[in-house]
């Protein structure tokens, strides 16, 4: 039986039900390196890329689609954050645009 299904069968029947809340998770980027360089996570989670280096950074996100399927987060001054909710499952490769050297991988299930 699907989760939905047992989620609507729960609720016709007045159970309560509790269904999980999306997780964040922080990413700082500091010695022009992402930490951490990879992530698993769940279908709606979002990441939070903070700067904690001296320089400007750009968080640019490419999808299971590579290239068509990118997001460009745009330019990210010091000490700023940037949020980004994955809702696709599959394999996301992240980098900064200005230094190609800070990267991480992502992995949605």
């Known amino acids: 039986m699907s989760s939905r299904l047992a989620i609507a069968i729960a609720v016709l029947l007045g ?3 509790a269904v999980p809340a ?3 998770l922080k990413v700082i980027q500091h010695g022009l390196a992402l930490n951490p360089d990879s992530a698993t996570i769940a279908k709606g989670d979002r990441l939070i890329f903070t700067n904690d280096d ?6 640019h996100i490419f999808g299971p689609g590579g290239e068509d399927d990118s997001v460009d987060l745009g330019l990210q001054k010091p000490g700023k954050s940037l949020t980004y909710k994955f809702d696709k499952s599959g394999s996301y490769r992240v980098r900064c645009n200005i230094h190609p050297s800070v990267r991480m ?3 949605v299930r």
Do not use: L, M
């Not at 001296?54 to 968080?59: G, Y």
């Open 22 to 24: 999306a997780a964040t």
């Open 54 to 59: 001296d320089v400007i950074h750009n968080i």
């Open 15 to 17: 159970f309560t039900v």
């Open 105 to 107: 991988s992502v992995q």
